[in-house]
């Protein structure tokens, strides 16, 4: 399904399938909070929410120092009620349907409830608390419900219908033409043509699935919130210092005394990667890994089970075999079996190339005269061993070359090489957290032409990961400016210490810049055509080629300096870097597509009622000989991409599809000879991060390209050759 952002129509649903609660692991009763949110309200002083007021703000930015957990039902209702009322005005309207006054409505309809939604869904991903999760939980069936009654009012599909059938006679523009075409497919989608019986079914379910996915993310994040390991002196000198800082940190914030390792990546993973112990390792993995599969009232297995079943049930009712044919019929793939089939195409060169990496870790372990077999707790401590040994690398010393500072000018550095842009932060625009920075950025021409928000560190309130988000979109239609947001969960050092990055965490930072550039350099008509409004395994194309750069000695050069002695990284530690980047990837990619695999394969299934959740995951694996040592990167109770919204599900395989465009697109600059190649970094804008949904996927590709996508540069840069077959 594509990302498409209708104003005030699909924005909901797209909200909802798309945003996660933030993390933290009190529950509440339903709606108690909610309730109570309510009466404050009808009892404050104050007679004006902010949330329905005109935002005199620098640039409209959300006056987030002025919003308090009371305003939102308030401000839903009213912004629902006005919304309907606008919806009902143009699905009524006696006119003859044109594309002004029933399209170009649409466009400009529910501005109220869009500019609500966006605030309250970042703040519940980014600065969430139990009133927060009340308020969701309560409002995302109803915004739900909202969509639905929108997406099967017959009435205005008839106008929408009307017009699209009449498309070869109206005089379009090439936008408009792509407008009624993306609205007209969406409305069908989205059960458009169902009657009768099926009509409210189609609309009970997409209400049930809502709280459904708010339920799983919930879930997951109190499990993951729960757990804590507490660390010992002699646990603490064994570890490097930046694991011992975020682990006092981590207990702060918990109010918890000394040092804890926690479940957020940023804390797991390093301490996996580190930790000599090795039972704690294991304990660590195994709650990383059960997340969500504890048999307590945060078990998610029953929760899959509904969603499927679910799923299932509504793209049969659209006439779909299965959920995985739906989604995919909306994307460039086209189809689940073209999805698998490029999986599989990955897929055995990457287990050969794991098999090796096992071999080499198993050898570690000999070396190291230990007699135990290779674990899943095992994998991540002994490969940091193997890559010290090969590469001569030294975590702690890579680290110290990549200040958050530092790296951040980098992105800025590149986006101003590509696309002659600037960034410029400002101290005036108000932000939800006192982390969140805040930059404008500025055209060519010297015009600030959108607002870039950084919300770089991990905290309670806040959900696990990376990721793009924005509280505007661009907008060609009032001339509005994108404010995008990008959230990652840095451990936040000691105050007066650098924040020190690892070569990954500044891979994520360029990935999630490369989608927040996708927003801010958009350049529409439409607000449903910007930015991130395109294919699904197409979204990710943008993202993963800003990571590229990153990587580019004329990049690391200017920004690797370190921290201490402001000398820049040098040539020999830089190369060891550069080849270090090809190690493990069999892991990495055997890792990814076990959740790939599993993801597809769920909704492939036609009786998810009676899945043994376990035993699915495990039978899917054994399908393809999976190594027992490395697991999925998610596993079904805790897999956010699949089942806390519909923005992954039955998708996951999109970062590889998105892989190959990548890596055969930035071999384009490659064979240029020149990374800030002019005449290609100008058909990347035209093409790629300003065009939004203007044109079908592939189509975009190749403007930029000039051909379709070959995956050899793919398989080259995971150093794996594409001649080995099935054992």
């Known amino acids: 399904m594509k990302n498409i952002l209708l104003p005030g129509i699909l924005i909901v649903v797209f909200l909802l399938a798309a945003c996660s609660p933030s993390d933290q692991p009190e529950a509440v009763a339903e709606n108690s909070n909610a309730q109570e949110t309510v009466q404050s309200v009808e009892k404050a002083d104050e007679p004006v929410n902010p949330l329905l007021a005109e935002w ?27 919304h309907s009322a606008e919806i009902e005005a143009i699905a009524n309207n006696p006119d003859t349907p044109t594309f002004n006054n029933t399209l170009l409505a649409l466009e400009e309809s529910g501005r109220d409830l869009g500019r609500i939604s966006s605030v309250f869904f970042n703040l519940a991903s980014s600065a969430s608390n139990d009133e927060i999760r009340a308020i969701q939980r309560e409002i995302s069936p109803r915004l739900a419900a909202h969509g639905a009654s929108i997406t099967l009012n017959p009435e205005l599909f008839a106008r929408i219908d009307a017009l699209y059938q009449d498309r070869d006679e109206l005089i379009l523009s090439p936008q408009e033409a792509r407008l009624l075409e993306t609205t007209y ?51 603490l000198g064994s570890l490097p210092d930046f694991i011992v800082s975020a682990a006092a940190g981590a207990a702060a914030d918990r109010e918890l005394e000394g040092h804890v390792i926690t479940l957020a990546r940023s804390s797991v993973e390093p301490f996996l990667e580190s930790s000599p112990n090795r039972e704690q390792r294991e304990q660590a993995w195994r709650a990383w890994t059960e997340r ?85 707790w095992d994998w991540r401590y002994y490969t940091q061993q193997v890559r010290a040994e090969r590469y001569d690398l030294d975590e702690s010393e890579v680290k110290a070359y990549l200040q958050l500072d530092n790296m951040v000018e980098a992105m800025f550095y590149v986006a ?20 969140v920075r805040v ?65 990954t965490d500044a891979v994520t930072l360029f990935h999630e810049f490369g989608h927040g550039l996708h927003g801010l350099l958009s350049n529409t008509d439409f607000p449903s055509l910007a930015g991130t409004s395109v294919d699904r395994d197409f979204v990710e194309f943008p993202a993963q080629m800003y990571e590229h750069w990153l990587s580019q000695p004329q990049v690391l050069e200017r920004f690797a300096i370190h921290h201490e002695t402001n000398e820049p990284m040098p040539p020999e530690l830089l190369e060891r870097v550069l080849n270090a980047t090809l190690f493990n990837q069999g892991f990495a ?35 393809r000989q999976n190594l027992d040592d490395i697991p999925m990167r998610h596993r079904s109770t805790h897999f956010l991409h699949s089942f806390a919204g519909e923005g992954y599900s039955a998708g996951y395989y999109s970062y590889l ?9 930035f071999a384009a600059f490659e064979e240029a000879g020149d990374i800030f190649d002019p005449e290609l970094a100008k058909k990347l804008y035209e093409s790629v991060y300003s065009a939004g949904d203007t044109q079908p996927a592939m189509d975009a590709y190749v403007g930029f390209r000039g051909r379709e996508p070959s995956v050899e540069p793919l398989l080259k840069n995971r150093g794996f050759s594409n001649t080995e077959t099935e054992d």
């Open 657 to 665: 599809w998105a892989g190959v465009l990548d890596n055969d697109g």
């Open 185 to 235: 497919d969406n409305f069908i989608r989205a059960g458009a043509k169902l009657e009768g019986p099926n009509r409210e079914r189609f609309a009970e379910i997409r209400t049930e699935l809502a709280g459904l996915y708010t339920r799983f993310a919930q879930n997951e994040q109190a499990d993951r919130e729960a757990w804590t390991l507490p660390l010992s002196e002699e646990d």
């Open 416 to 435: 101003g090489e590509l696309f002659d842009i600037s960034f410029v932060e400002r101290k005036d625009i108000p932000t939800y957290h006192p982390d």
């Open 589 to 623: 990619t055997v890792e990814f597509l076990n959740s790939g695999f599993v993801d597809l394969s769920y909704h492939l299934n036609t009786d998810p009622a009676s899945l043994d959740i376990d035993g699915f995951e495990n039978e899917v694996l054994a399908s």
């Open 292 to 376: 969500g599969d504890n048999g307590n009232d945060n078990d998610n297995k029953a929760t899959i089970r509904e969603i499927l079943a679910l799923r299932l049930e509504m793209a049969n009712l659209l006439d779909f075999e299965t959920f995985a044919h739906y989604r995919t019929a909306g994307t460039m793939a086209g189809t689940p079996e073209a999805a698998m089939d490029l999986m599989d195409q990955v897929w055995w060169p990457a287990r050969q190339r794991a098999l090796e990496e096992a071999a080499d870790i198993e050898a570690r372990i000999a070396a190291a005269g230990m007699d135990h077999e290779l674990e899943p």
């Open 56 to 82: 005199d703000t620098p640039y409209g930015a959300p006056p987030l120092d002025q919003i308090e957990e009371a305003h939102f039902l308030p401000a839903f209702e009213e912004a629902l009620t006005s």
């Open 439 to 503: 930059w404008e950025m500025r055209n060519p021409a010297g015009e600030i032409a959108g607002l870039f928000y950084g919300d770089f560190y991990a905290r309670p309130g806040k959900r696990g990961g990376a990721w793009m988000s924005s509280f505007r979109q661009q907008n060609g239609l009032t001339g509005e400016i994108p404010q995008i947001l990008n959230n990652c969960n840095y451990n936040k050092p000691a105050p007066g210490e650098p924040t020190l990055l690892s070569f």
